[in-house]
């Protein structure tokens, strides 16, 4: 078990050491000048020399990547061009909409995916089936920035139950942030569950498929013992994989969700430091999702060693 830790710590880190040297290399290093692409083409060349010397440009490369990552390690994630304000403050206020908004979308892609998985498998083949798969391709083929557009109209711009957009915050009112982020989640949620919920179907079935499960029937326990006694604690273990790798694509869609929503999170935050050229603010946040990423599927391996006995025994 230590050994299996092990090698995923070491694979974290490789990981991680990777997406900094792509993200530095693709900000700082490839031909375009930070600083000119922070104040434009119209900026005076000793305002962009200062710039230049403030965001450390004259120093050797790798002098820079260290440096980078040094501040990193402290939390030293520098200032930012176009607030002024520490890149880690930034981080922090917007954090607290990202992470609810990932972690409820994550909430509603279970509780949507995995009954709906379980009712497939049941009708294996029947019309229930068929209905869930058809659910599950329609799922999988529209984006979910679509389905947010869809959810505004049906729920905000019609029936009026919601806001188009905009966050309340937490502090003001903790009922009507949850509700702002509710839409949102449900946008993100969808996608997700089609996917959850082929997997889970098919994680059922091939477990029912077992000689065990033939055996228990055999012996006179019910389906529904068989189902929910056996079969399920069984066929979870791929599903939970697929859930860890689902909770981080649904970190990378909340960037693109929040731009639709106008939802001051992570996302957003990236997508104003695009658009204002705020270098600093872009290399820094990319590289925080891509580490929080990278630490979700870290997570779910650890989570598959306790379930599953056979990484303990390769380990």
Known sequence: MIGFLARRLVSVLVTLALASVVVFTVLEVLPGDPAQMALGT?????????????MGLDRPVLERYLGWIGGLLVLDFGRSLTYG????????????VTAPLAGLAMLMSVVIAVPLGIFAA???QRVGDYGVMGFAQVGIAIPSFWFGIILILLFAVWL???????????????????KSLFLPSLALALTEAAILARVTRA???????????????AKGVSENGILYGHVLRNALIPVLTIGGLIFAFLLAGALVIENVFYLPGIGRLVYQGVTQRDVVVVKNVVLLVSAMVVTVNFLVDVLYA???????ARA
Not at 42 to 54: G, H, I, N
Not at 88 to 95: F, G, K, M, P, Q
Not at 306 to 312: G, N
């Open 42 to 54: 119209e900026a005076q060349e000793d305002t962009l020399a200062a710039l230049r010397r403030e």
């Open 85 to 96: 304000v520490p890149v880690v403050s930034l981080v922090a206020d917007r954090i607290q």
């Open 122 to 124: 049941r009708n294996h």
């Open 160 to 178: 009026g139950w919601f806001q188009a957009g905009g966050f309340t915050p937490w502090r003001e009112d903790p009922v009507a942030a949850l």
């Open 203 to 217: 994680a059922v079935l091939d477990t029912l498929r077992e000689d065990w499960v033939r055996t228990a029937r």
């Open 306 to 312: 306790l379930v599953d006995p056979r990484p303990k």
